[in-house]
């Protein structure tokens, strides 16, 4: 045991890529605030985009801004649900998230706690940092999905790349907007299996 320990501690830890995934409008669809597990969706191709990761031995990290719990407009513990009934589904499918990370703070809105200039609010990268720590992630060799402009930008001062999505407000997002994003996509895809393959094609996989 206490050799295993040591051996632990001298073997280096190679940090590895990531795909790190947006929820709502890139795993599951757009329905504005999720207050209810009933209103859950994977977006059609979604388990089988994760599975792919999976298969291929790339962590799967999903990345999301749950603003309505600072706003109040739903719990923790709804939110809490919401993520069981999300791991559920995509177990059905065959797939798993290998990290879950949640900023639930807003700036201005609400009462604190979650009432907070914080870190980790996308587009800032602090999400994708803690993951980072917490998984032993290369940052500069991942990639993030997402169907807005600020998860291109977290993306970006993460030090990854950013794919944006055609699904959720991301067609409109590049249709009408794409001049004014903060940081350009370096791929668009029309929805997550197709940014998967594009990020796994990238990796060599
Ligand atoms: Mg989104
Ligand atoms: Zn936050």
Request: hydrophobic share 40%.
């Amino acid at each position: 045991m206490r050799n295993r320990r040591l051996q632990h501690t001298l073997t280096p830890v190679v940090p590895r890529p990531a795909v790190f995934i947006d929820r709502d409008g890139t795993l599951t669809e757009e329905v504005g605030y999720v207050n209810h597990p009933s209103r859950l969706r994977l977006l059609p191709r979604s388990a089988r985009a994760v599975r792919r990761l999976n298969d291929a031995g790339i962590p799967a990290v999903l990345v999301t801004n749950q603003a309505g719990i600072a706003r109040g407009y739903f719990s923790a513990e709804v939110l809490d649900a919401v993520t069981r009934e999300l791991v559920a589904q995509l177990k059905d499918g065959g797939a798993h998230l290998d990290g879950i990370y949640v900023c639930p703070h807003h700036p201005s809105a609400g009462a604190p706690p979650y009432r907070m200039e914080c870190g980790c609010r996308k587009p800032k990268p602090g999400l994708l940092e803690r993951a980072a720590g917490d998984l032993a992630l290369d940052l500069k060799g991942s990639v993030m999905v997402g169907d807005k402009p600020s998860d291109l930008d977290a993306a970006a001062r993460a030090g990854a790349r950013g794919v944006l999505v055609l699904t959720g407000y991301g067609r409109g997002e590049w249709e009408y907007r794409r001049t004014v994003f903060p940081v350009a996509p370096d791929h668009v895809a029309e929805d997550l299996l197709d940014a998967v393959e594009w990020a796994l094609r990238g990796l060599g996989r």
